[in-house]
């Protein structure tokens, strides 16, 4: 079986890839398992998203989903107190607070069309051939494809054995979706992070009014089974003055055993290759600190579509492009993220801090 152009995933990245393609006159072979609702983390989209929607003409629509405008943010990082932090600029909107699947649904929605094909399979694995990769499809005869773009999140099936991938850390997240027990309080919409000795804590408040609180460290610094350990986990929270302040004043009642995400960075020596390109956390995923993964993901779908068009029209200059705009965003943004880190020198002398001061972006560890 052959198909010039194939699409792998159908996450953040992925969807934008496909509605690019289409703006740009372009069908594609879409390949992913079918997507299960569940209660993923992650549902602060940056401001800087906005633009991106407005690009993939999905804007109207985006406003009518009702998500939460979030435009404040406490921090409690290099001082012991919480400061609210306000942007530079508000030209460019606000930042929101999303329901993650409804989100995820949405753009799939609107990333179908009758010009695109649909395979809901999984790919096992790929090889170049002379004319593009032939993709081993679970359950499915092998596909010969032209170019493929790689939105397969961490999994990183093409890019992975295409190219060579770094995992630069093993940082955690702890993570609960807690329900107001006093619905006469009204929340305060808005993010909170709070740095603690042994890692930091992020609370924020959903479009369901529900609030999710979530612990990034270590593996090794917290208890060996805090996910099945509620007790441990409501400890752990005591120790975040703050965040604990929150949850109580605000009337949220009391927190289950957490779930558990790997929110470690990995990260591949190259972005494409001569038929092939990643986007999203196929390529490299970012310090959740950062809250710019699903942005992230937006912008390197449609800017991988474009290069896609060019590529298989016989210009390979903007694959080129983006493997170097790529390489030089990443290069900013691990020093940037380093010396956040860094600021927070009253705790400077604690594992989690020296590691995340410290962290090797040329560690090669599988
Ligand atoms: C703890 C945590 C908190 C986060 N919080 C935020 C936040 O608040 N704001 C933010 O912007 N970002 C956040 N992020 C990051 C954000 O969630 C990701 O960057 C974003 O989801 C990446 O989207 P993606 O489409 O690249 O990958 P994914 O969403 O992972 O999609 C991957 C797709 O590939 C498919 N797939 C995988 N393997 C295969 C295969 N072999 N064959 C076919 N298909 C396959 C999957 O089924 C899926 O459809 C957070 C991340 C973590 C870990």
């Known amino acids: 079986m052959k198909t010039d152009i194939v699409v792998v995933g159908s996450g953040i990245a992925a969807s934008a890839a496909m509605i690019r393609l289409q703006q740009l006159g372009l069908s594609a072979t879409q390949i992913a398992p079918v997507e299960k609702s569940s209660d993923r983390i992650g549902e602060t989209l940056s401001y800087t998203a906005n633009q991106l929607l407005k690009q993939l003409q999905l804007w109207e629509a985006f406003l009518a989903r009702g998500y939460l405008a979030q435009d404040l943010v406490f921090s409690a990082w290099d001082q012991p107190t919480l400061t609210r932090q306000s942007r ?62 790689d939105c397969s999140g961490r999994s990183a099936i093409i890019g992975r054995r295409l190219s060579r991938r770094h995992r630069i850390d093993n940082m955690i997240c702890y993570y609960s979706f807690i329900k107001q027990s006093d619905t006469e309080i009204e929340p305060t919409v808005g993010i909170m992070i709070e740095a603690v000795e042994n890692g930091w804590w992020y609370s924020a408040i959903l479009p369901d009014r529900r609030m999710i609180i979530s612990f990034y ?20 929270i005591d120790q975040a003055p ?125």
């Open 217 to 236: 460290t270590y593996p090794d610094l917290v208890h060996q089974h805090l996910n099945r350990d509620a007790q441990s986990w409501r400890s752990l």
């Open 242 to 366: 703050l965040t604990q302040k929150r949850i109580e004043s605000a009337g949220y009642c009391a927190v289950e055993a957490p779930l558990a995400s790997d929110a470690g960075m990995l990260m591949q020596s190259e972005s494409s290759g001569r038929n092939w390109i990643s986007a999203g956390d196929a390529f490299a995923t970012l310090d959740p600190l950062s809250s710019h993964g699903m942005t992230q993901a937006l912008w390197s779908g449609c800017r991988a579509a474009e290069a896609c068009m060019n590529s298989i029209h016989g210009d390979h200059s903007e694959v080129d492009k983006f493997e170097q705009t790529v390489t030089q965003a990443m290069q900013a943004y691990q020093t940037e993220l380093i010396t956040k880190y860094q600021s927070v020198k009253r705790f400077a002398r604690y594992p989690f801090w020296e590691r995340r001061g410290s962290l090797d972006f040329r560690k090669k560890s599988a």
């Open 88 to 149: 530079f600029s508000r030209s460019q909107g606000s930042t929101w607070s999303i329901d993650r699947d409804d989100f995820e649904d949405f753009l799939r929605m609107h990333s179908a069309n009758d010009r695109h094909h649909r395979l809901f399979k999984k790919i096992k694995t790929c090889s170049q051939t002379t004319d593009g990769l032939l993709l081993d499809i679970d359950d499915h005869l092998p596909l010969q494809a032209g170019f493929v773009i």
